[in-house]
């Protein structure tokens, strides 16, 4: 899919802009690239993100052809990888591609990583089992044309996992409270989406199920009396009350889509 000249600007800013903006690297003091900062990186994405080893099956792809798009560093690809996946990485941003590489070398383990566009996947139709795509289409600028070509690169009966932000979330509503910005509220591109909007972006698919997640827990990045107000009562009184009552306000809407 061609870019439209009129696009190409914002696409060049979301490029520059995670270029230099990767998630959660500052809750290590490791160097970057080193094993010990690939480590923290994990424990910490996965103490945020506990319900993602429930949810998403990285041991079901052994011997089968996973795609990520938009890599971080490769935490997640690292567990398909683990598991025996056959992978591949596409990413606008060359630092992430380096970071991941390094992260794939320091686990002596094989990947086709390489920068490219998720609204323009230089890779053949029908090539892969599972596209992986977590925090990406809020930050792109055109979600549609990513969504659609994620949709092409799939085998038939392949699966499609995508997250995106609820706008209709506790997070949302208690960053306007507080008036504590979102991360990457600065990004070129930062939508989010009611449930709706978000089954509507994903009509092209055959079935669709999308599960709220991401509640409260601790942060490491807050402090002061309000990260202190936050995590002594806020996320104690919120995942006290019955999850029937707060599931829908989850910050992350997951997608579980098939072709």
Known sequence: MPTRPDRAP??????KYWDTHIHDLDITTHPPGSPGF????????FEKLHHLP???????YRGRRVLEVGCGAGTDLIRFARNGARVTEIGRSPSSIRL????FRHEGMAAQLMVADGEAIPLRDQSFDLVYAHGVVQYTSNDRALVEETRRVLKPRGTAIFQVYNRVSWLNALSKVTKVDLE?????VLKKYSLGEFRELLSGFSRVRI???????????????????YNTLFVGTFNAMPRALTQRFGWHLLAFCEV
């Open 10 to 15: 914002l696409q060049h800013a979301v490029r």
């Open 211 to 229: 599960v709220p997640e991401r509640f409260p827990v601790k942060t490491r990045l807050h402090g002061g009396l309000k990260g202190t107000l």
């Open 184 to 188: 990457h509220v600065d990004a070129p």
């Open 100 to 103: 991941a590489s390094e992260n």
């Open 54 to 60: 429930r949810l998403i099956p990285f041991d079901q």
């Open 38 to 45: 690939f480590a923290d990186l994990e424990q910490y994405h």
